[in-house]
């Protein structure tokens, strides 16, 4: 089965940096795009990266320049880099299958809050 592990959220301050990891099981993570989705108190979740399994990245306007999508085939992970966040990217933050119609069982996703 499916599991989507998400780790390294937490506390940052504006203009700060943070990494967040996935780590994959049960799919066969090198043959299927990935992506970082997240959701905000009382909002929909939403797409905000995209990544291909040769490294083709695409970024949701919103995020452009401040939050970037990496990939390890190896290890089965895919990385968020956040540079620069803002408080309007306060959400928890999820991984999954891109796009949203091919995604999997949902993990317990990890929770970034961007606050001075």
């Known amino acids: 089965q499916v599991q989507l592990v998400e780790s390294g959220g937490g506390l940052v301050q504006p203009g700060g940096s943070l990494r967040l990891s996935c780590v994959a099981s049960?799919?066969?993570?090198?043959?299927?795009?990935m992506g970082w989705y997240r959701q905000a108190t009382e909002k929909s979740r939403e797409l905000v990266a995209s990544?291909?399994?040769?490294?083709?990245?695409e970024d949701a306007y919103s995020v452009k320049g401040r939050l970037t999508i990496g990939r390890n085939n190896a290890k089965n992970t895919v990385y968020l880099q956040m540079n620069s966040p803002e408080p309007n990217d306060t959400a928890v933050y999820y991984c999954n299958r891109a796009p949203s119609s091919r995604a999997a069982a949902w993990g317990q996703g990890t929770r970034v809050t961007v606050s001075s």
């Open positions: 990544i291909s399994p040769s490294g083709n990245t």
């Open positions: 049960g799919i066969r993570f090198s043959l299927n795009n």
